[in-house]
């Protein structure tokens, strides 16, 4: 079983590019035997969702 910490990197990880099955394999177990990592796997997503709200206006204020 792979330790919190890889579990974080591959929640980040997994919001920039598609995880080996692997790594998918291992997030996966870790995050059904920890609550804490499950719990931080849903913040992970909040923000991610809310960054994409923001992207167009941010680019916009590029231009």
Not at 12 to 22: I, K, M, T, V
Not at 38 to 57: M, T, Y
């Amino acid at each position: 079983m792979i330790m919190c910490r890889r579990a974080t990197e591959l929640m980040s990880q997994r919001l920039d590019r598609p995880l080996a099955w692997q790594e998918r394999l291992s997030l996966r177990f870790h995050l059904a035997m920890c609550g804490a990592c499950s719990q931080c796997n849903r913040q992970f997503d909040v923000l991610h969702e809310a960054g994409k709200r923001f992207e167009p206006a941010a680019r916009d204020e590029q231009e």
